[in-house]
């Protein structure tokens, strides 16, 4: 009797030490899992009150608006842009520590893309999707510098130049439809190196970010979807 009751304590104090030890390796876990979350930083919700919010910014010149309208897949909300003979961005500042978080990730397609124009052309200087990142450098949103990532119509992945109508913004080509037209595809870019690559400038802090579709140089049509634009360590 007395054997099965030592027995039965050295269990149950075997049983108490394996469950602590099981839950401090849970707590350990999940902080993992927490810490890898709060890592990434998301810069839009695409949900209808956000974009009731978003002040949407025709370009100077330009005839229309670009239409944007939140739409839903099986992955989550989007956002659907239509440029027909149109240019106007949504642009939402935002402080972005790129020490801690200096890559930009964006999850896109485009249906009706821009082919045969010429984009590095001030009369083709045109993209169914792109997403700047903006720095504030001066008194004036002239005097800001820019990062355009765009997903091209006609260029390869890895081009770029600034644009033909300022110095201070460089377009850099993240995606092409000559490779994913109307297919959703995520791509990546260290910002932070970006910016010291094309502006030489050391940014710790990133200013703002935006969105844009616009067609009004070429006077065509264009349709594009942004679904996940986050910020992340890695």
């Not at 839903?72 to 003979?85: M, P, Q, T």
């Not at 300022?166 to 297919?183: F, H, M, Q």
Request: positive net charge.
């Amino acid at each position: 009797m007395f054997k099965f009751c030592q027995n039965h304590v050295l269990n149950k104090f075997f049983k108490i030490k394996f469950m602590k030890k099981l839950i401090k390796l849970l707590f350990i876990y999940f902080g993992l899992i927490s810490t890898c979350l709060s890592d990434n930083l998301k810069v839009f919700e695409f949900t209808e009150l956000e974009l009731s919010k978003l002040e949407v910014r025709k370009v100077r010149g330009a005839d229309n608006k670009t239409i944007y309208e939140i739409g839903s897949n099986e992955n989550g909300k989007f956002l659907k842009a239509i440029a027909d003979n149109a240019a106007s961005g949504l642009g939402k500042e935002v402080k972005i520590n790129l020490n801690k978080t200096p890559f930009i990730n964006i999850t896109w397609k485009v249906e009706k893309d821009l082919r045969g124009i010429k984009e590095n052309s001030k009369k083709g200087h045109d993209f169914a999707a792109r997403v700047f990142a903006v720095k504030k450098t001066g008194a004036t949103p002239l005097s800001n510098r820019a990062i355009n990532y765009v997903f091209s119509s006609n260029s390869d992945i890895g081009q770029n130049w600034p644009s033909p109508y300022t110095k201070k913004s460089i377009d850099n080509v993240l995606a092409t439809t000559k490779n994913n037209l109307n297919e959703w595809i995520t791509v990546k870019a260290n910002v932070k190196e970006d910016f010291k690559k094309f502006h030489n400038l050391e940014v710790n802090e990133l200013d703002g970010l935006a969105i844009m579709a616009d067609t009004d140089n070429s006077k065509m049509k264009s349709v594009a979807y942004f679904q996940n634009i986050y910020f992340s360590a890695e």
